[in-house]
């Protein structure tokens, strides 16, 4: 198969898809790889690298003409929309669930392209390519916020020594990225609350098989603090996190709304006078990038550098941190999504990647439709399932 490596042009989005040794891999079984001048080279890969592994490095209307698979990281923006063409499939983050407007997944989709996003490769509740960018998104928020809070409070929050007074801590969720976030600000001694689903059984739990560890009282070591998500009452978790905001200096909220808690239900967990009470010169981090959905005053940003003030708190959510590090996030990141471009690579046909299941639960859209359920529910979009899709139209070579 042609696989073409697309250079991103999203802002401070350093990131590529593919190494040079990869290329040379995909080379070696038979595959031709173009790679767009200069694709890699805020990951550290030059183009020689990649020529010299086999890479033909063409100018971007090559990689489009010649490729049939594209690799990319970040979703498509408004501008790229057009490179992309019935016979192409495209292989990137996708999140048409997230942040992007109906109205451009429509124009997008219009194009004909076969989508499969990144974030729903898997089975089964496994996101395996989602995995590595969230586990190293919870690191680097907690990295910056703690980097702002010395900036914008003049608060050294780590405690090192038992002489330093030290910070406090709200981190809201433990998925991989609240897990992460834990475990940096943890080491270094912050006073952590943690706001769960569960209690200290299930937190404990999830940190021994994240961490690789056995039987670690997590919460008892580090003495931190649980308030438990109350699903059928949110009002009472929100005036527990409202008594407990006075007295923190960073908030990081690392949870994704789910089904069983809708905007009508709860309309923000922290809301702006929620907000208002945390000290002057606080930090409050989305690191989900989700658009004023838990907190009502965050919204995510595409610059790595950017925050802003509201009601004296200092935000920052960007919405591609991982590009911080882009080399460290780029060999992450590429070590899993390589077996599955190898195997994109090596099906024959459309019908061959829709009978592969963790494959086809990442097909978001194909000839013109819409064919990942959430995303449509989400946006209030038509779906249409793929194996209809597949059966109304030719089958590509």
Not at 88 to 100: C, V
Not at 154 to 169: D, I, M, T
């Amino acid at each position: 198969m042609d696989i073409g490596v697309l250079k991103e042009i999203k802002e401070d989005e350093r990131r590529v898809a593919l190494q040079p040794i990869q290329a040379q891999a995909l080379t070696r079984l038979g595959h031709n790889v173009y790679v767009e001048i200069s694709a890699g080279e805020g990951a550290g890969y030059s183009d020689a690298d990649y020529q010299a592994h086999g890479g033909k490095v063409v100018m971007k209307d090559e990689v489009l003409a010649q490729a049939q698979l594209l690799l990319k990281v970040k979703a498509p923006l408004r501008s790229e929309y057009s490179d992309y063409t019935s016979r192409h499939i495209l292989f990137t983050y996708l999140h048409f669930d997230e942040n992007i407007d109906p109205r451009d997944i429509s124009e997008l989709i219009r194009r004909g392209f076969l989508g499969i996003a990144y974030e729903w490769v898997g089975r089964g509740g496994q996101r395996p390519l989602l995995e590595p960018m969230s586990r190293l998104t919870g690191y680097l928020f907690a990295q910056r916020a703690l980097e702002l809070c010395s900036k914008e409070k003049g608060l050294f929050c780590p405690r090192n020594e038992n002489f330093l007074p030290g910070g406090r801590a709200l981190i809201i969720g433990c998925g991989n990225i609240g897990l992460s976030a834990f475990k940096y600000l943890s080491d270094l001694g912050l006073d952590l609350t943690v706001v769960v689903t569960q209690g200290r059984e299930d937190f404990n739990s999830r940190a021994n098989v994240r961490f690789e560890t056995e039987g670690v009282d997590y919460i008892g070591a580090t003495g931190t603090k649980l308030i438990v998500m109350n699903n059928k009452d949110p009002s009472r978790t929100q005036d527990t996190i409202a008594a407990a905001l006075p007295e923190i200096d960073i908030v990081l909220n690392c949870a994704v709304r789910r089904s069983d808690l809708p905007k009508w239900k709860m309309e923000y967990l922290i809301d702006r006078g929620m907000v208002r009470s945390l000290q002057r010169g606080s930090i409050l981090c989305d690191c989900t990038a989700c658009d004023r959905d838990f907190v009502e005053t965050c919204t995510s940003s595409a610059s790595l550098y950017h925050s802003y003030l509201e009601e004296n708190v200092v935000h920052y959510n960007c919405d591609h941190i991982p590009s911080l590090v882009a080399n460290t996030a780029t060999r992450l990141l590429t070590g899993r999504t390589f077996s599955y471009i190898c195997k994109i690579a090596s099906l024959k046909s459309l019908r061959a990647i829709a009978e592969d299941e963790v494959l086809r639960n990442a097909v978001c859209c194909y000839g013109g439709h819409l064919t990942h359920v959430l995303s449509a529910e989400k946006k209030s979009l038509p779906y249409r399932p793929l194996s209809d899709v597949i059966e109304a139209m030719p089958v590509p070579p």
